[in-house]
């Protein structure tokens, strides 16, 4: 029987200068989406958030003509986006697109800078966030208003200042080399960058970012998304870390394929390679609770994109930023030298 191919979620990392709002917004995109769609909808993954497409197309952003076959959007986020540029640099596939948020009240500053010369190199799609906009003096705030709606609510002025801030960044995007545009402007993602106003505090703005983050992915990757959900899993190690009651474990973002309890795994320890074996998978539960036993619930398989906990022996020395990959049905050699490639 032929496998069936699935597009997955589309892997987004939130990058961008230290206090800018990269946090915020991700709880922000939770919070008023929970508000928007039936509870339960929006996912706490490991190290991730699962925003599925039915509460993205209900925020009601502008493009909601875009034909949408993209299941949803698996947010990342990276303090200080020192995960991203190890994984990287590892050559690691981990994000599929990025938000890199700016403050509009500050403008680029070093690690906003440096984030844009990461996605140039890796040829990552992404839109500019620029956050914070209800901080700009008469900002009267329409929360979680579509970006024109609440602009058309402002007066001159403000909509004046705002125009100055945006063309601000499209200033120091074109030093380094970018076309870009307010979004709304934008009719070809394959030439400019959108930048997409938001407040991470109120909500406005949200809505767009969103649709433009899908439209990027049905413009540039619906190929690239085409995984086998069938597949042995691949992914990539966030965080090694200890958990009483589990001993080591792996949180990982799985990228391809499935991964099951019981499966044998391949990862990168410090000076080798380790193959053990899937003891437990393990999601957070959606109200986090004090005994450890209860933060988690157990599950026996998981499938592309997802952010899972990884309990395994031996799992002492594995690195972050290693690659994961799952032996099935022989192909081992194959994988340990794919491991091997990565690391
Ligand atoms: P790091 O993880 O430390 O790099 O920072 P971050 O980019 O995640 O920033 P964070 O979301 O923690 O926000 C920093 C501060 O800015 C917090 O006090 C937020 O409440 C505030 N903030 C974030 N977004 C907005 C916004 O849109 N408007 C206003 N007024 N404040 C914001
Ligand atoms: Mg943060």
Same mark, same amino acid.
């Given at each position: 029987?032929?496998?069936?191919?699935?597009?997955?979620?589309?892997?987004?990392?939130?990058?961008?200068?230290?206090?800018?709002?990269?946090?915020?917004?991700?709880?922000?995109?939770?919070?008023?989406?929970?508000?928007?769609?039936?509870?339960?909808?929006? %996912?706490?993954?490991?190290?991730? %958030? $699962?925003?599925?497409?039915?509460?993205?197309?209900?925020?009601?952003?502008?493009?909601?003509?875009?034909?949408?076959?993209?299941?949803?959007?698996?947010?990342?986020? =990276?303090?200080?986006?020192?995960?991203?540029?190890?994984?990287?640099?590892?050559?690691?596939?981990?994000?599929?697109?990025?938000?890199?948020?700016?403050?509009?009240? !500050?403008?680029?500053?070093?690690?906003?800078?440096?984030?844009?010369?990461?996605?140039?190199?890796?040829?990552?799609?992404?839109?500019?966030?620029?956050?914070?906009?209800?901080?700009?003096?008469?900002?009267?705030?329409?929360?979680?208003?579509?970006?024109?709606?609440?602009?058309?609510?402002?007066?001159?002025?403000?909509?004046?200042?705002?125009?100055?801030?945006?063309?601000?960044?499209?200033?120091?995007?074109?030093?380094?080399?970018?076309?870009?545009?307010?979004?709304?402007?934008?009719?070809?993602?394959?030439?400019?960058?959108?930048?997409?106003?938001?407040?991470?505090?109120?909500? !406005?703005?949200?809505?767009?970012?969103?649709?433009?983050?899908?439209?990027?992915?049905?413009?540039?990757?619906?190929?690239?998304?085409?995984?086998?959900?069938?597949?042995?899993?691949?992914? =990539?190690? $966030?965080?090694?870390? !200890?958990?009483?009651?589990?001993?080591?474990?792996?949180?990982?973002?799985?990228?391809?394929?499935?991964?099951?309890?019981?499966?044998?795994?391949?990862?990168?320890?410090?000076?080798?390679?380790?193959?053990?074996?899937?003891?437990?998978?393990?999601?957070?539960?959606?109200?986090?609770?004090?005994?450890?036993?209860?933060?988690?619930?157990?599950?026996?398989?998981?499938?592309?994109?997802?952010?899972?906990?990884?309990?395994?022996?031996?799992?002492?020395?594995?690195?972050?930023?290693?690659?994961?990959?799952?032996?099935?049905?022989?192909?081992?050699?194959?994988?340990?030298?794919?491991?091997?490639?990565?690391?």
């Amino acid at each position: 029987m032929a496998k069936q191919s699935t597009i997955r979620t589309p892997i987004v990392c939130v990058m961008g200068h230290v206090d800018h709002g990269k946090t915020s917004l991700l709880d922000r995109i939770r919070g008023s989406s929970v508000v928007s769609t039936e509870e339960g909808a929006i %996912t706490q993954h490991i190290g991730a %958030t $699962l925003v599925p497409i039915d509460a993205i197309t209900r925020m009601g952003g502008a493009l909601s003509k875009v034909s949408v076959n993209v299941p949803g959007l698996l947010f990342i986020d =990276t303090p200080g986006h020192h995960a991203f540029t190890t994984l990287r640099a590892r050559g690691g596939a981990l994000a599929d697109m990025a938000i890199v948020v700016v403050d509009i009240n !500050e403008g680029f500053r070093p690690q906003t800078i440096e984030a844009l010369q990461i996605l140039r190199n890796y040829k990552t799609p992404f839109v500019i966030a620029a956050n914070k906009i209800d901080r700009i003096p008469g900002w009267r705030v329409q929360g979680n208003q579509p970006f024109l709606k609440t602009f058309a609510q402002q007066n001159e002025r403000v909509q004046g200042m705002l125009e100055t801030k945006v063309y601000e960044l499209v200033g120091k995007l074109s030093d380094l080399g970018f076309n870009s545009e307010r979004f709304d402007r934008v009719s070809d993602f394959a030439r400019n960058i959108c930048i997409v106003p938001t407040s991470a505090l109120t909500g !406005e703005g949200l809505p767009d970012i969103l649709m433009v983050l899908i439209g990027l992915a049905q413009r540039y990757m619906t190929e690239s998304l085409k995984v086998s959900a069938e597949g042995p899993g691949a992914g =990539t190690v $966030l965080e090694v870390k !200890e958990e009483r009651g589990l001993g080591m474990t792996l949180d990982v973002i799985l990228y391809d394929g499935n991964l099951k309890v019981g499966d044998e795994i391949v990862v990168a320890g410090n000076d080798q390679i380790i193959e053990t074996k899937v003891r437990s998978l393990l999601k957070p539960r959606p109200m986090s609770e004090i005994l450890i036993e209860e933060r988690f619930e157990r599950v026996k398989s998981v499938t592309a994109a997802a952010g899972i906990k990884v309990a395994a022996p031996k799992l002492d020395g594995v690195i972050a930023g290693s690659p994961l990959q799952a032996v099935r049905g022989g192909n081992r050699d194959e994988v340990i030298e794919r491991v091997r490639h990565e690391v």
